[in-house]
């Protein structure tokens, strides 16, 4: 199943929480274009993360900090998995 986010917006900055509830849920490979800070909290669970050609796993607490334009894409391994995006403008 590809995941649906939920938006929170606080003044300049937007939070997306992406819920995975099944092993093997996707948020799909893509991209972000914005020229501000983007970064993404592993807030529960495991995951396989794919990026610029490569391929890890994830757990709680480790955070990612993304260039605009990386292209990345997360693969729960754990199910009621969720990770937190965070966008600066």
Do not use: C
């Not at 490569?54 to 900090?65: Q, T």
């Amino acid at each position: 199943m590809i995941v649906q986010p939920k938006i929170i917006n606080i003044k300049n900055i937007e939070m997306t929480v992406y819920d995975f509830p099944k092993i093997d849920d996707i948020l799909p490979k893509h991209t972000h274009d914005e020229q501000s800070t983007h970064i993404t909290i592993i807030a529960r669970g495991k995951f396989l993360v794919k990026y610029n050609d490569k391929e890890e796993i994830a757990k709680a607490g480790d955070i990612y900090d993304w260039n605009a334009g990386d292209p990345h894409e997360f693969i729960s391994l754990k199910s009621n998995s969720r990770i937190v995006n965070i966008l600066k403008n």
